[in-house]
C-alpha cells in the first residue's frame, strides 16, 4: 500500500471572506483557549479574541448553549469535522465518525476567517446534547473553518477538553458549571 497524502479544499465564496455587520450564531469548540476579553462600554458584549488567533464580539444574551441549575445545556455536536492539533482550527474530514463539541453563542465574527453559513437553521437539524429550552430556528449558525487543509493520512484521535470548557464558561456566562456535558471531548488530526 503506498503512502497518500489527503487534501480537503473547501472553494468558498469570498464574500464569505468579509467581517460580519449583523449578529447571529457562531460555534465556538470547546478546545478554543480565551488569550484576551474586554467587555465593551455599553456592557450587551464582550470582545474574545482566542489563542488560535481569531476574534469575536459576543453578547451577554441570547445564546443557543446556556447554563441551568449548574448544567450547560444545549450543546453542539459537529460531525464530520476535527481540529487541527496546533491551534485547535476547525477543518472538514469527509469522515462521519469524526465531531467537535462546542457552544452556540449569540454574536459575530470580527476575524477575517473563511466560515460556513447556514441559514435558518431548523433545531432539530443539529446534533444537541444536553437538551434544554430552545428556539425553532437559529436565523443563520457560523462555522469558522479552514479551507484548505492536509490531513497526511493522520488517524484522528479524542482529546479532552474540561480545562478549556470551563475557562470558556467562567468567561462567557461570569459563572461555573457543577457537572460537566456529556464527551466534553472532540477529534484532533
Known sequence: MTNKQIIINLNIPNNYNRIEKEYGYVFVPFAWEISTHVNN????????????????????????????????????????????NNKYYIVPTLNPCNSIRGLVLHGKLLSRINSIKLINVPINYLYIISKGTTMQYLNYLKIP????????????????????????????????????????DSFVV
Open 41 to 84: 462600554s455599553n456592557n450587551n458584549s464582550m470582545i474574545i479574541k482566542f489563542k488560535n488567533g481569531i476574534k469575536m464580539e459576543i453578547l451577554k444574551e441570547g445564546h443557543l448553549t446556556y447554563i441551568e441549575d449548574g448544567k450547560l445545556r444545549n450543546v453542539i455536536v459537529l460531525t464530520n469535522y476535527a481540529l487541527t
Open 145 to 184: 473553518v479552514l479551507n484548505y487543509y492536509n490531513a497526511n493520512n493522520k488517524e484522528p484521535e479524542y482529546q479532552k477538553f474540561d480545562e478549556q470548557l470551563s475557562k470558556l464558561v467562567n468567561i462567557i456566562f461570569g459563572t461555573t458549571i457543577n457537572e460537566m456535558p456529556y464527551a466534553v
